[in-house]
């Protein structure tokens, strides 16, 4: 922080994404709950924006969001101890099915994560993603106090604001972040408005991904389909006249993260979370925590599950598989499906498996605070994270942050950005459910001796590499660049 106030003096720091890091919901007896809702992207940047300051620009989604705000929007956040201010803006339901709903989660989500679910493409929704856009840097423009902010623009449902921005605010440092991988060149060929996406992110100065595999991909999809001129050797892009450096920024988490504060030692832990499960005091546990999502592989780790059971009979009665999944986007038919289908395959496991009240499978379908996540990570002997394929995926760094005791085996899927960090991770393909009950086999029989030597790694790697030095590096080279640009107007 010292050396970036150094950098950047007197700069001005605007915060853009679609979802916000505090919702205000009304309960049933009037009172206000805040929530702190689950996502990656809140997770990571909610710390950062906390240490900076500075405005954050987000969609007010919960109940009694507006009850919150003043008479401008704005309310200063953490609900506590505020130290920056979050401004909110309103979309209509149409807006919010067309923009979020339909382009951002039916169109790109799907289209970027290739986890076999068929992107949805409609005129429609392309035109309330493109004037929701516009509201987005209208707000930002309306925002800033200055002609040259430093504008943070994030993920895959702002893909033409770096654009819009640009045009109303030329001095304007824009850092876009996209949170999500970004497919092949082949793939992305699908989008009917590729050229529109593309042209909007490089209005950005910068455009981060996750890992340099997907700076190449991006890359490689700008050569197919753009005419501009790449320079490889500094990985930047130039499109009429403006550039734009494409940068691998690992995303991850606070160190030491909030959510360890105030938690019991591990063994109360675990004996307090088997009671509140009704499991019996020495059962291993093994955790999952998502949202219900299709590219998390839910379906696929309790496959893992049923093959690890049916091949090593004689865990059953000693081993449970605990997957917290918070409902989400659950106004789209292929996340409601999903739900049903978890649903019924435990049932299928637990039936097959099951004897004497002791179930191998408990799914816990509702939203989770994060100390209770910690609780959960605390608890367990094993965690697992399968997905089909994932930009980074925090679950796996929390979990390693959550094991201060260095206890603990994750099982981490390759096709997890976060196991090109991980690697002493059980590294494993979640679509070979054979192969999944294996490892989670060889997890439970990993003495304590090696989890700790595995385990400690890890903390090291996430500590050095945490959620301060991802902000901080963009915004490292964001200074520079501002540097370079103040010269070059000199010359
Ligand atoms: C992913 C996206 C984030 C998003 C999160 C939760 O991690 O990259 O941008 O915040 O999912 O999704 P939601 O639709 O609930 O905001």
Redesign the pocket.
Known sequence: QVALANELPGSEVIVV???EPYIHNRKDDGTIQVQR??????SALEPVTRACGGTWIAHGSGSADRDSVDADDRVGVPPAKPTYTLRRLWLTDEEQDGYYYGFA?EGLWPLCHIAFVRPIFRESDWRFYRSVNEKFAEAVVAEAKRPDPIVLI????LALAPRMIRDRLPNATIITFW??PWPNSETFGICPWKEEIIDGLLGSSILGFHTQFHCNNFIETVDRFMESRIDRESDSISLAGHETFVRPYPISIDWPPAALEGQAPVPETRTTVRERLGLSPDIKLGVGIE?FDYTKGILDRMRGVDAFLTEYPDWKGRFCFAQVAAP??AKLASYRNLQAEAEALADEINARHGADGWEPIKLLARHHEPDEVFELFRAADLCIVSSLHD?MNLVAKEFVASRDDEQGVLVLSAFAGASRELSEALIVNPYDAYAMGQVIHRALAMDSGEQRERMKVMREQVEAKNVYRWAGQMLLDAARLRKKERIMRLI
């Not at 809702?37 to 809140?42: K, Q, R």
């Not at 994030?154 to 449902?157: G, L, N, T």
């Open positions: 994404s679609n979802r809702p689950a996502s990656g992207l809140v989660n994030q993920d895959y449902h949170h999500i949202r989400t986007r930009g």
